[in-house]
């Protein structure tokens, strides 16, 4: 049964429990707000960190870490410059959310084509995006990022990439399969995003240069 607090709850105020790092399994559930409507941003707890609700639970993870969000700035930054020119599709920041299937994820980057947006609501889209990145924070495992991944596809995001600061990779995955890009790399143009074939090594331009092994 699902836990409940006040709508209005910023968490500053309750009593606080140290855990060791290793005791703490993210995402961690939240309990939900009693006035909770998922579809309604308003109504979310306020955390300093990242939340989504996913199969009646309200998950937790910190906050972005510096990798994590140079690198998310470097591929939104890649894709909205490709979308000055190509205006049919509109592009997502900022833990993009969405509403898809009754569950609410956030994407460090999302591509919608630009007529299933409209008109801007200030909520979720509910229409799901071509394009779905995740980028790998100090938090994260790449089988999490994985399954995640399979969430998307199952609800009808055509492409999901998966962005590796520790080794500079991006693993792309569509219902067909999944391929891996590294450095010297360009990214091969997808029917879905005419155009948009960047290096990889831009999308990670803000990391300073690997060291030699």
């Known amino acids: 049964m699902a836990t409940h607090a006040r709508a209005d709850q910023d968490y ?4 606080v429990t140290v855990l060791p790092r290793y005791a703490v399994q993210l995402p961690f559930e939240l309990p939900l707000p009693v006035d909770f409507v998922p579809e309604q941003p308003e109504t ?5 960190g990242r939340t989504e609700y996913v199969g009646g639970r309200l998950l937790y993870m910190p ?11 470097d591929i939104v930054t890649e894709l909205n410059v490709w979308r000055r020119q190509h205006g049919e599709f509109f592009v997502g ?10 569950d609410v994820r956030g994407a ?10 409209l008109p801007l609501t200030g909520g979720f889209p509910r229409t799901a995006p071509v394009l779905a990145v995740e980028v790998a924070g100090r938090e994260d495992t790449v089988e999490a990022l994985e399954q995640k991944a399979r969430w998307y596809l199952d609800h009808g995001v ?3 990439w998966i962005a590796i600061p520790r080794t500079r990779t991006l ?5 067909d399969g999944a391929r891996e890009h590294g450095a010297g790399e360009q990214l091969p143009s997808h029917p879905s995003l005419p155009g948009f074939s960047p290096r990889v090594e831009d999308l990670f331009s803000q990391l300073p240069p690997r060291s030699s092994p």
Do not use: F, K, S, Y
Request: hydrophobic share 45%.
């Open 63 to 73: 906050p972005c870490g510096d990798e994590q969000q140079a690198v998310a700035t």
């Open 158 to 160: 055509e492409m999901v």
């Open 12 to 15: 500053a105020d309750v009593e």
């Open 171 to 175: 693993r792309v995955l569509r219902r």
């Open 108 to 117: 460090d980057a999302a591509v919608w084509r630009r007529a299933d947006v």
């Open 93 to 102: 920041g900022n833990e993009a959310g969405m509403m898809l299937g009754g």
């Open 44 to 48: 979310w707890p306020r955390v300093t």
